[in-house]
C-alpha cells in the first residue's frame, strides 16, 4: 500500500519565460530512456513556472513519478511507498486541459510498475 508523505512547504515559483515545450520534449525522451534523474529536472522547470495551482500539482505528481521509479530502481521500497503514493495522488483524476502530458494512461500505468512489477510507464504529450 502506498501512502502520501507529510506537507511540504510550498513550492517556490520563479517567474518568467521558459522554453516549456523544450524543458517537455526533453522530459520525454529523458523519462523513456530510464534517465529519471535528469526528466525530474525537465519537469521541475516546467513545474516552478507555472501559476495555477492544480496544474502544479500535476506536473508536481510527474516529478513524483520520476523520483519513484528512481527509488524502486535503487531497491529504495520505502521511498517508492511515499513518493510512489504522493504521485499517484496528484495524478488522480481526469486530464489537466493545460498540462500537455498526457496523465490519465500514465497514471494506470505507473500504478501497475510500482504495486504490482508491471513494465515502467512511458510519458508522452498528448497528441503525439
Known amino acids: 500500500m502506498l501512502r502520501e508523505p507529510r506537507e511540504r512547504p510550498a513550492r517556490r515559483y520563479r517567474p518568467g519565460s521558459i522554453d516549456r ?10 523519462f523513456n530512456a530510464g534517465r529519471f534523474w535528469e526528466a ?59 498540462v500537455e502530458f498526457e496523465t490519465e494512461a500514465f497514471r494506470h500505468d505507473l500504478e501497475d510498475a510500482l504495486l504490482r512489477g508491471g513494465p515502467l510507464p512511458r510519458l508522452g504529450v498528448r497528441g503525439k
Open 40 to 98: 525530474h529536472e525537465e519537469l521541475e522547470a516546467i513545474w516552478r513556472s507555472v501559476t495555477d495551482e492544480a496544474e502544479a500539482a500535476v506536473i508536481q505528481g510527474l516529478i513524483q513519478a520520476a523520483a519513484a521509479l528512481l527509488h524502486q530502481e535503487r531497491g529504495n521500497s520505502h521511498g517508492v511507498k511515499v513518493v510512489g503514493g504522493a504521485a499517484l495522488a496528484k495524478l488522480a483524476g481526469p486530464q489537466h486541459p493545460a
Open 21 to 30: 515545450a523544450g524543458h517537455a520534449r526533453r522530459a520525454v525522451e529523458l
